[in-house]
């Protein structure tokens, strides 16, 4: 989409937001110190770090039904937009592979599964299922009511399966690394071709409810374009939010949250947590217009998927190169290298934050520059 075109000020926040914390989450200065809140927790429980991917996923599925039916109503037709849905989820899959791969790109052993491979098969399905639901019932009250059924049973559906399927070796119903259906399924598909020799957080079974979380953002986005009243979308946001996160804490019960898994306890807390946040961002920049301190997230966040393809490269890449530090006498790499030299002394165990942030602001300088030229590198 063109700029001009339909948008809202909270969407580009709420992305940016969550591109800055990915940013900072994947590019510490100092591995020692890095904040507890910004490690992705070992296996059950929530951290902030494990808020950035269901956050991605949750705006992602939010402005699809923004971008269809802006399509739709200049006259496109359906197999148009099918074929651009297609097409787009399988560039953001390519280029998942090639992060995957840089820089020596050895098929017998690249990862298959990744982060924007799940976007793009989450985008893939989740678009199709609005574009065909909105094909089927007219009236909204029954597409929202369609698109929460199928919410709701993705995420029975992986509750079931993962309880009361048995994994030859295992007693049914394993919910730890070793012994779970997730991981017997990755094994025995994608063995030598996930993030570690045993497991993969993005892997086949658990894009399943990854889907759901996108699904609840589609349905997000069906009421943000609604003609209601402000009062009745912030009431529905509200009230939605309020009880995605009540239905988490019961599910937390039975399904703990865990991000490797994608829990659906995880999928009804990080989405109602998501709910919230655009509320409150759609609150201070659509209805108060009050959002001109939040710029700089606008403007990483209008260039999202650029961002995370070049940030993790250079991370793959200009971060790894191998410094000699003359004090030390040690090797290092330069980002560990930069941070002990330049952030450590005056930091007091501060200096992987530091860092971050610094990483982060570097973006927002970088993008605020295409964004006063109005320059947009989108897929």
């Known amino acids: 989409m063109k700029q001009n075109s339909l948008r809202f000020e909270c969407i580009d926040i709420f992305r940016g937001l969550t591109m800055a914390l990915m940013i900072m989450v994947s590019n510490p200065g100092n591995p020692a110190n890095i904040p507890p809140q910004f490690k992705h927790a070992s296996w059950n429980g929530v951290t902030i770090a494990d808020l950035v991917f269901p956050?991605?996923?949750?705006?992602?599925?939010?402005?699809?039904?923004?971008?269809?039916?802006?399509?739709?109503?200049?006259?496109?037709?359906?197999?148009?937009?099918?074929?651009?849905?297609?097409?787009?989820?399988?560039?953001?899959?390519?280029?998942?592979?090639?992060?995957?791969?840089?820089?020596?790109?050895d098929l017998s052993v690249i990862r298959i599964p990744g982060v924007l491979q799940r976007i793009a098969v989450v985008y893939l399905v989740s678009a199709l299922i609005y574009l065909l639901i909105r094909s089927i019932f007219k009236k909204e009250v029954?597409?929202?009511?369609?698109?929460?059924?199928?919410?709701?049973?993705?995420?029975?559906?992986?509750?079931?399966?993962?309880?009361?399927?048995?994994?030859?070796?295992?007693?049914?119903?394993?919910?730890?690394?070793?012994?779970?259906?997730?991981?017997?399924?990755?094994?025995?598909?994608?063995?030598?071709?996930?993030?570690?020799?045993?497991?993969?957080?993005?892997?086949?079974?658990?894009?399943?409810?990854?889907?759901s979380s996108g699904i609840i953002g589609v349905i997000a986005g069906m009421i943000l374009t609604r003609p209601y009243s402000r009062l009745?979308?912030?009431?529905?946001?509200?009230?939605?939010?309020?009880?995605?996160?009540?239905?988490?804490?019961?599910?937390?019960?039975?399904?703990?949250?865990?991000?490797?898994?994608?829990?659906?306890?995880?999928?009804?807390?990080?989405?109602?947590?998501?709910?919230?946040?655009?509320?409150?961002?759609?609150?201070?920049?659509?209805?108060?217009?009050?959002?001109?301190?939040?710029?700089?997230?606008?403007v990483i966040g209008a260039n999202a998927i650029f961002i995370y393809f070049t940030s993790q490269l250079m991370g793959a890449s200009l971060w790894l190169i191998p410094i000699h530090d003359s004090v030390s006498g040690k090797t290092m790499t330069f980002r560990i290298w930069f941070t002990e030299r330049l952030i450590s002394p005056w930091a007091h165990g501060l200096d992987s934050l530091y860092f971050s942030v610094s990483?982060?602001?570097?973006?927002?300088?970088?993008?605020?520059?295409?964004?006063?030229?109005?320059?947009?590198?989108?897929?």
Not at 94 to 101: D, E
Not at 261 to 271: C, E, G, Y
Not at 364 to 373: C, E, K, S, Y
């Open 142 to 211: 029954f597409q929202i009511s369609a698109q929460l059924l199928t919410s709701a049973l993705l995420l029975t559906l992986y509750y079931l399966l993962l309880k009361y399927i048995h994994v030859p070796g295992y007693d049914k119903g394993i919910m730890e690394l070793q012994g779970n259906l997730v991981q017997y399924i990755d094994l025995k598909f994608l063995h030598g071709h996930l993030y570690s020799p045993n497991w993969d957080p993005e892997g086949i079974l658990s894009t399943i409810p990854a889907l």
């Open 232 to 298: 009745i979308k912030m009431s529905i946001f509200v009230g939605s939010g309020t009880l995605l996160l009540l239905s988490a804490t019961f599910f937390n019960s039975i399904f703990p949250y865990n991000k490797n898994l994608w829990s659906s306890s995880f999928v009804l807390l990080t989405s109602g947590l998501g709910v919230l946040l655009l509320t409150f961002f759609y609150l201070v920049t659509d209805i108060l217009k009050s959002g001109r301190f939040l710029m700089p997230f606008k």
């Open 55 to 105: 956050f991605f996923i949750f705006i992602m599925g939010v402005v699809v039904p923004i971008s269809i039916n802006h399509r739709l109503e200049k006259g496109t037709s359906r197999a148009a937009i099918t074929r651009h849905i297609f097409g787009r989820s399988s560039s953001i899959f390519l280029l998942g592979l090639i992060l995957n791969g840089f820089p020596f790109f």
């Open 359 to 379: 990483y982060v602001i570097f973006w927002m300088v970088i993008m605020g520059f295409f964004h006063l030229r109005k320059i947009y590198i989108r897929l």
